[in-house]
């Protein structure tokens, strides 16, 4: 009942870097249906998250401020939750009871190793205990 969320989490990941257009990066979530990816540094250090609610600021500052675009460092989520890649199915199942977030990077040593969303760890129950009890 242990069972690690590696073979779970999505691993090609779109990323961003602090100083890309925000008008491109926004585009970029659209283009790809996803709503947030992961900001990262030079050295590969994740900075922050971008998702398509901090984008809404870009509509806020254009209505009100007639200021658009940016860069990504502008508008991204600095105070971001992670999950460890060790972490089970059944603890992450637990982080999204009780919270808000879709979706939560994956750290390993540190580093960014993937994402795990409310879908992947549902396929992953799915799988795992709800297949061996039908």
Same mark, same amino acid.
């Given at each position: 009942?242990?069972?690690?969320?590696?073979?779970?989490?999505?691993?090609?990941?779109?990323?961003?870097?602090?100083?890309?257009?925000?008008?491109?990066?926004?585009?970029?979530? %659209?283009?790809?249906?996803?709503?947030?990816?992961?900001?990262?540094?030079?050295?590969?250090?994740?900075?922050?998250?971008?998702?398509?609610?901090?984008?809404?600021?870009?509509?806020?500052?254009?209505?009100?401020?007639?200021?658009?675009?940016?860069?990504?460092?502008?508008?991204?989520?600095?105070?971001?939750?992670?999950?460890?890649?060790?972490?089970?199915?059944?603890?992450?199942?637990?982080?999204?009871?009780?919270?808000?977030?879709?979706?939560?990077?994956? %750290?390993?040593?540190?580093?960014?190793?993937?994402?795990?969303?409310?879908?992947?760890?549902?396929?992953?129950?799915?799988?795992?205990?709800?297949?061996?009890?039908?």
């Amino acid at each position: 009942m242990n069972k690690s969320i590696e073979n779970y989490m999505a691993t090609e990941l779109v990323c961003f870097a602090p100083d890309d257009d925000i008008i491109d990066a926004m585009r970029t979530l %659209l283009e790809r249906h996803i709503s947030g990816a992961p900001v990262l540094d030079s050295d590969g250090q994740m900075l922050g998250l971008l998702t398509q609610k901090d984008c809404l600021a870009i509509v806020y500052n254009t209505a009100y401020h007639q200021d658009w675009g940016g860069q990504v460092e502008q508008y991204m989520s600095r105070e971001v939750e992670h999950i460890d890649a060790d972490s089970s199915i059944l603890e992450v199942a637990e982080k999204f009871l009780h919270s808000n977030f879709r979706r939560f990077p994956v %750290l390993r040593d540190g580093r960014l190793a993937g994402l795990i969303s409310r879908h992947d760890i549902m396929r992953a129950l799915d799988e795992n205990y709800l297949a061996t009890s039908a």
